[in-house]
């Protein structure tokens, strides 16, 4: 039986990459997304100058235009923009990554509960869900960030605070619809507990659309954790974000355009691949799209 399952699954699995090695777009989204995440674990080491990561200044070569020596340029400090934007990936990856770690699991726990004991327990979670949708996301994400102080780890909570009722109300559909599953009414006839039903039979049968979703996300948080750089209530300087090096030079526009241009070609590339991955794996994990 469990040599079956496992074939099973290889052959689901061998089915779902040749679906997505079919369409062109999602391959390039896997690449991009693979790059962004290469360059975001090796990117500080990589950087052809270091010291402009953590501070230095050379003000004798400011506002260089892009050249061999400087692929970027440099900005007003004569910091390398190439390094900076380099640097700079790793706090906005990982910084979109707590913040969609974050938000899916305390919105698939409140949605798995609320689905799957439903009564008072459904009321209070979707009310509180429905409380946080009446306040738009940034606008939340920027009061809790100007509350808590500057910092990573304040903003990733920050984000996270407006991010988990999607899920939440997602989860909580999917496991409505699961728990009337007759394997699920089987788990029960034998003596399952509710918790074993729901975290072994329910949830890991609702994991598709979640991962779909998570991938989606990534862009819109990297350009939330953007935002707040931005407007300067994220990440502070000298510790190089996306956000906050597009926030500095856009005084520098259009005179010295590449201290803005390059960030920002920076972010474009990480949302727009991790959006096409999310397409790509929308179409392979969807059921409703299997033939």
Do not use: C
């Amino acid at each position: 039986m469990t040599e079956m399952t496992e074939s099973a699954r290889a052959y689901a699995f061998r089915r779902g990459w040749f679906r997505f090695r079919q369409s062109s777009l999602s391959m390039l989204g896997a690449v991009l997304v693979l790059a962004i995440l290469v360059l975001a674990v090796i990117g500080p080491w990589i950087a052809p100058y270091p010291e402009h990561i953590v501070g230095g200044v050379d003000t004798a070569n400011r506002f260089q235009s892009p050249s061999l020596a400087h692929p970027f340029g440099t900005n007003e400090l004569g910091q390398d923009v190439f390094s900076l934007v380099l640097a700079g990936t790793r706090i906005s990856v990982l910084a979109g990554l707590g913040v969609v770690l974050i938000g899916t699991i305390v919105g698939t726990l409140a949605g798995a509960l609320a689905g799957f004991f439903g009564g008072w327990a459904d009321e209070v979670l979707m009310r509180l869900a429905d409380l946080k949708l009446t306040v738009p996301g940034l606008i939340l994400a920027m009061a809790v960030a100007a509350a808590l102080g500057p910092g990573l780890m304040n903003m990733i909570i920050a984000i996270a605070l407006s991010w988990w009722p999607g899920y939440a109300r997602l989860v909580r559909g999917e496991v409505i619809a699961r728990k009337e599953e007759v394997y699920v009414t089987a788990a029960r006839a034998i003596g399952a507990s509710p918790s074993r039903v729901l975290f072994r039979h329910v949830l890991p049968n609702i994991v598709s659309p979640i991962v779909v979703k998570m991938s989606l996300d990534m862009g819109f948080a990297i350009l939330t954790v953007a935002s707040l750089g931005f407007i300067g209530i994220g990440v502070r300087p000298p510790t190089p974000e996306w956000g906050t090096l597009l926030s500095v030079s856009r005084s520098y526009m259009p005179d010295f355009w590449w201290t803005a241009v390059f960030p920002g070609l920076a972010m474009f590339v990480a949302i727009f691949g991790f959006n096409l991955l999310g397409d790509g794996l929308r179409d392979v994990l969807d059921p409703r799209a299997r033939r």
